[in-house]
């Protein structure tokens, strides 16, 4: 049986970030992909699962909701939540992500870590950043970020394992490179810190259109979805929630 198109370009994303890894002189093991799978339908992550893929992210607590039974067939698979969240949707995030990329304010911190103690249980999260500082996106502004962290670490239910960014939009490879860059500093300032329970291993950055740069600037975690997918059909503006803000997985 031959490959399917969705085998095709997870080979091909393969072969670009290995490519990305040796430019910047990383191994290829120090990144992972996560499959973005915003209005992918349940045959197409079912290719992916049976490809072996076993980490995905929802953008849409809806969607997490009613993908999430496939992928209790397979053992191995585990979502995360990598879109932005309303508090008043945590109790089913909590649910169902193993992690939230994308907490940005001590409010939403705080409902997590309210929920999680009722349930008795402990979440990954990483501190989102808006490094492009354009007002349609979500995230901590740069210079609130290790205020930010600081907060978020009195809460023992929040394990804080890194840092998330989006690249700047229709922006030149130097601009998005520097968005990249930003938030490998903000990183480097957070770990000499020394924050107890605080962990900065992780940086998710990099989507379909400028992961190879963000490999090369320090990404441990690209976001891919149209490149393995196929273009979407359902309109951005379906993910921007509460007011403005871009899709976090591409």
């Given at each position: 049986?031959?490959?399917?198109?969705?085998?095709?370009?997870?080979?091909?994303v393969?072969?670009?970030?290995?490519?990305?890894?040796?430019?910047?002189?990383?191994?290829?093991?120090?990144?992972?992909?996560?499959?973005?799978?915003?209005?992918?339908?349940?045959?197409?992550?079912?290719?992916?699962?049976?490809?072996?893929?076993?980490?995905?992210?929802?953008?849409?607590?809806?969607?997490?909701?009613?993908?999430?039974?496939?992928?209790?067939?397979?053992?191995?698979?585990?979502?995360?939540?990598?879109?932005?969240?309303?508090?008043?949707?945590?109790?089913?995030?909590?649910?169902?992500?193993?992690?939230?990329?994308?907490?940005?304010?001590?409010?939403?911190?705080?409902?997590?870590?309210?929920?999680?103690?009722?349930?008795?249980?402990?979440?990954?999260?990483?501190?989102?950043?808006?490094?492009?500082?354009?007002e349609?996106?979500?995230?901590?502004?740069?210079e609130?970020?290790?205020?930010?962290?600081?907060?978020?670490?009195?809460?023992?239910?929040?394990?804080?394992?890194?840092?998330?960014?989006?690249?700047?939009?229709?922006?030149?490879?130097?601009?998005t490179?520097?968005?990249?860059?930003?938030?490998?500093?903000?990183?480097?300032?957070?770990?000499?810190?020394?924050?107890?329970?605080?962990?900065?291993?992780?940086?998710?950055?990099?989507?379909?259109?400028?992961?190879?740069?963000?490999i090369?600037?320090?990404?441990?975690?690209?976001?891919?979805?149209?490149?393995?997918?196929?273009?979407?059909?359902?309109?951005?503006?379906?993910?921007?929630?509460?007011?403005?803000g871009?899709?976090?997985?591409?």
């Amino acid at each position: 049986m031959s490959p399917s198109l969705i085998e095709q370009n997870l080979a091909a994303v393969r072969r670009q970030m290995e490519h990305a890894c040796q430019t910047s002189g990383r191994s290829h093991e120090d990144v992972q992909l996560l499959l973005a799978t915003k209005t992918v339908s349940s045959e197409k992550l079912r290719l992916a699962l049976q490809a072996g893929e076993t980490l995905f992210g929802e953008n849409k607590v809806q969607e997490l909701r009613d993908k999430y039974p496939l992928l209790q067939e397979y053992k191995q698979a585990e979502w995360h939540f990598i879109g932005h969240l309303q508090t008043n949707k945590v109790k089913d995030v909590v649910k169902y992500a193993t992690c939230v990329h994308s907490v940005d304010r001590l409010k939403l911190g705080q409902a997590l870590h309210q929920q999680l103690e009722k349930e008795n249980k402990a979440m990954d999260i990483l501190v989102q950043v808006n490094t492009s500082y354009e007002e349609s996106k979500f995230g901590v502004s740069p210079e609130s970020a290790l205020e930010l962290i600081e907060q978020l670490s009195r809460l023992d239910t929040l394990r804080i394992k890194g840092l998330m960014t989006i690249g700047k939009w229709n922006a030149s490879q130097d601009e998005t490179r520097a968005c990249f860059r930003l938030l490998k500093r903000i990183q480097a300032q957070a770990a000499g810190q020394h924050i107890a329970g605080v962990e900065m291993n992780v940086l998710s950055m990099g989507m379909s259109g400028d992961f190879p740069i963000a490999i090369e600037e320090g990404a441990t975690l690209i976001r891919v979805g149209t490149r393995i997918f196929g273009e979407r059909y359902v309109a951005d503006d379906y993910y921007w929630n509460e007011t403005l803000g871009y899709t976090i997985g591409d």
